[in-house]
């Protein structure tokens, strides 16, 4: 193919510049209305740049909430079974099932469901690779003018998604909020449980145990928001990703043990946590067949989604996800959570220690704590960097409530999580 010389690019650049070239295209201008990039990317780069700068330095990371054990060895024989599987010609799969294997659908449905007495069928399933992108994703199915109502600080996904579809209005930089947002503050008041907000929203995200804040909610209390979303004809979309970090018995481990959230409730799970498959991606979104708007089921619509924009997890990804719910499994990864809850008491009683206030940490794998000597959540988080080379998280880049509060992750390794605290307690 003949290349464009680079003085025509050049010149066709100046004159696009001048605007004497006509565009033919148009960006999605919502896009334009971010503010700064992802928030674990601008950490990323903060972090590259002192390593660049400082490279004999050993930089703790517990930034990000990503895992650092192996997959469990129940895991990874599934993985090379399946792999060999695809091998010979009898064995080999293509293109997987829209919805996801039955083989997982069903372990799924019995295991965090119908096991804990949660009314879901493995057809209200849907496998796809990540939280991440079910969560971000699944707005799409609702109309543009709906009204979102999200925790602040909140995992950022939530927001962006909607602002990348043009659901939030505009942006007040002063006040780091978005006009068509219902903001529901998460504070130290308030034991970071967000309270019924005055304006109805159409669309609440909750996530349980919380992601940033490490907080909770009990049944009880979930059972509230569930009775507020049927009464108020709202749809919950509830963020279950960290269940498997709950250590007590009054939290409930899906939104589903709650009555009547059969008409009300989307649920998110990801494998990323319990499992350590942030690097394999699989996770699944749950849509009962009783959540309707009018005649419309919602489950339709994320079914046609799914059929049209995504061809399925991988066979060997979904075949790791099943051995999840096997007998080894589980054993492997109760352990491989209580490796992850003890460094979060670590850091907690750390940080205790050292004179922080300190919550989270008992139901979920973060550790939220208040910036000392009244320090910007920014400022805490080049401090931290600098002097005790550990990486953590901005409280305020999850929204304005979480300014002046850093987050703290238990997914580093033991050993790195022992230093980051001796670190600390010396500053
Ligand atoms: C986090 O650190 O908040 C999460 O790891 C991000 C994610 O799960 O996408």
């Known amino acids: 193919m003949e290349q464009v010389k680079p003085e025509i690019t050049a010149v066709l650049k100046e004159k696009r510049k001048n605007r ?10 919502n896009y334009l209305k971010l503010p700064g990039s992802y928030l674990f990317s601008t950490i990323g780069k903060k972090v590259a740049a002192y390593q660049a700068a400082n490279p004999d330095r050993q930089i703790i990371r517990l930034g990000i909430g990503d895992v650092t054990q192996p997959l469990a060895p129940a895991i990874i024989d599934s993985l090379h079974k399946a792999v060999d599987e695809m091998s010979h010609a009898e064995t080999f799969r293509g293109y997987a099932p829209d919805l996801g294997y039955e083989f997982l659908r069903s372990a799924i449905a019995r ?47 939530y927001v962006d998604s909607n602002v990348m579809a043009g659901r939030t209005g505009s942006y007040d930089a002063r006040t780091q909020t978005w006009s068509d947002v219902i903001y529901m503050p998460c504070t130290a008041d308030n034991g970071f449980s967000p309270e019924i907000p005055k304006e109805t929203p159409d669309l609440i995200y909750l996530c349980f145990p919380n992601n940033p804040t490490g907080a909770t909610i009990t049944k009880d209390q979930l059972q509230v928001w569930v009775d507020y979303a049927n009464r108020v004809g709202a749809v919950i979309i509830y963020d279950a990703a960290y269940e498997a970090y709950i250590s007590e018995e009054h939290v409930p481990h899906t939104i589903f043990e709650c009555q009547g959230a059969r008409t009300c409730a989307i649920e998110l799970k990801s494998f990323s946590k319990n499992a350590g498959f942030t690097g ?140 980051a605290l001796e670190r600390i307690k010396k500053l």
Not at 125 to 133: E, L, M, P, Q, Y
């Open 20 to 29: 004497e070239v006509r565009f033919m295209f148009k960006v999605n201008e």
């Open 111 to 157: 295991n965090d469901y119908q096991d804990r007495g949660a009314d879901i069928a493995e057809d209200e399933i849907f496998v796809s690779d990540g939280a991440k992108s079910d969560s971000g994703n699944i707005q799409e199915i609702f109309s543009l003018d709906n009204k979102i109502a999200v925790c602040d600080p909140v995992y950022p996904v």
């Open 280 to 419: 394999v991606r699989l996770s699944y979104t749950v849509i009962p067949k009783d959540l309707k708007c009018g005649d419309t089921a919602l489950h339709s619509l994320w079914a046609r989604r799914h059929g049209t924009k995504y061809n399925g997890a991988p066979y060997i990804i979904q075949r790791a996800g099943e051995a999840v719910y096997s007998p080894e499994g589980k054993e492997q990864l109760k352990e491989q959570v209580a490796y992850y809850m003890n460094n979060a008491r670590v850091i907690y009683e750390g940080l205790q220690e050292a004179g922080y206030t300190v919550s989270g940490g008992v139901n979920a794998p973060y550790i939220w704590l208040k910036t000392p000597a009244g320090m910007s959540s920014w400022e805490f988080f080049d401090y931290l960097l600098e002097n005790a080379n550990v990486v953590g998280t901005p409280g305020s880049g999850f929204g304005p409530s979480g300014e002046g509060y850093f987050r703290l992750t238990a997914f580093g390794s033991y050993e790195n999580t022992v230093t």
